[in-house]
């Protein structure tokens, strides 16, 4: 998959822009405020899903019009697309000039973002992690977003229920039929987790030993807070309700339901440490890029196509061997780095790079 063409207008402070990316990688420098994450913003949008920044999509309109227009070409599945995409009051897409909603857009651009906020997924508590772990999954398989919303629904209602036994003991019977709904749909996750964690690691492993020159060894693992082990769905039901019912009596004195996937994490070691806990800046930014690079493996090895990567500001605190491997390594894959230092990109062997100044790209 590889972007052809782009047009910008009035988005950000990008009045106009059009850029004619190469097949691999292409370098946006500039220095800080000038444009670039936006230029990478608008690409993402192609994708149909939501800013990377969190951003309302009023947000992303330039202050002296009302309407965001954007236009891009690529190649994706054998074939060429025209993309057309209008932020105004809601958004308008157009794909080979036929109009389409969102969720008809979704699959057709494909692209994985590595962003400063990013570092979240190795720095911060469990929840950024399993967030990432479900929204890569739910891209896959867009039923798991079901399973998860059900079995959300289910975890919410033991813990109401849990509560109001203490005032109505009569309930007591009831925890059984929602325990049956948790561990119906946490088995589930469960094994969508583990399998989807088992590409992941090999993926990540790979890129990450690239990064460090064979020198070190990033591990990730599926850290469940009570195991839920077994090889079928049917005995990861029977574990996981059986552990519920042995939780009972805990979980009637905290009001909350402390066993099931929602307590679990992805666990990231490097050479046997814990990332969050004992990496250097550097490494815990060396392992979140090999965790977004080899979601974008896992994608290619889904679909077929790679997915676009846009890795915004990610050569700051690496060294140079890590910053060279990115920018002559990554082979096959169309790339975008955004980076204020030029002196980063001066080891690029191939490639183009393009300079962003004042919403202009030169
Ligand atoms: N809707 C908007 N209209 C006009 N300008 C905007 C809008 N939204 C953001 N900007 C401006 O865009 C500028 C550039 O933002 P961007 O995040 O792309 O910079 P950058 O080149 O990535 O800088 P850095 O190196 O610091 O990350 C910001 O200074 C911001 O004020
Ligand atoms: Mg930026």
Not at 148 to 175: C, F, G, M, P
Not at 214 to 238: C, F, M, N, R
Not at 336 to 354: A, M, Y
Request: with cysteine.
């Amino acid at each position: 998959m590889n972007i052809k063409y782009l047009q910008v207008k009035n988005f950000r402070n990008i009045e106009k822009c059009q850029i004619e990316p190469c097949e691999n990688v292409n370098v946006i420098f500039g220095q800080n405020a000038q444009g670039k994450t936006n230029l990478l913003e608008s690409i993402w949008l192609f994708t149909g899903c939501r800013s990377f920044r969190g951003s309302k999509d009023s947000e992303m309109i330039n202050f002296n019009s009302n309407k965001a227009v954007l236009d891009m070409d690529f190649f994706a599945f054998d074939r060429d697309y025209s993309a057309h995409l209008e932020i105004g009051e809601g958004r308008k897409f157009m794909l080979g000039g036929v109009k389409k909603t969102t969720s008809e857009v979704m699959g057709n651009f494909l692209s994985v973002v590595f962003s400063p906020v990013h570092l979240s997924l190795v720095k911060d508590g469990p929840y950024e992690r399993r967030r990432f772990l479900d929204i890569a999954i739910s891209q896959l398989k867009p039923k798991y977003g079901v399973t998860l919303s059900q079995y959300n629904k289910a975890i919410q209602q033991r813990n109401i229920l849990l509560k109001d036994i203490v005032y109505h003991s009569e309930l007591y019977d009831t925890l059984d039929i929602w325990e049956d709904r948790i561990a119906f749909y946490g088995a589930e996750i469960v094994r969508q987790r583990l399998g989807y964690i088992n590409k992941l690691s090999s993926y990540s492993h790979e890129i990450y030993s690239g990064l460090s020159s064979g020198k070190e060894h990033l591990t990730i693992g599926y850290d469940q807070q009570t195991v839920i082990a077994g090889e079928s769905k049917q005995e990861l039901y029977d574990n996981l309700k059986n552990q519920l019912y042995q939780s009972r009596k805990n979980d009637l004195t905290t009001g909350f339901t402390s066993v099931g996937p929602h307590r679990d994490d992805l666990s990231i070691k490097i050479d046997s440490l814990m990332a969050r806990n004992y990496g250097s800046q550097g490494q815990q930014r060396s392992a979140a890029l090999a965790l977004k690079l080899g979601e974008a493996a896992v994608v290619r090895s889904f679909s077929g196509e790679q997915p676009v990567a846009l890795l915004d500001d990610v050569m700051s605190e690496l060294d140079e061997t890590r910053q060279n491997y990115i920018l002559n390594h990554i082979k096959d894959w169309q790339v975008f780095i955004t980076c204020c230092d030029p002196n980063n990109v001066r080891n690029l062997k191939s490639g183009k790079k393009f300079e962003m100044k004042n919403g202009k790209v030169k």
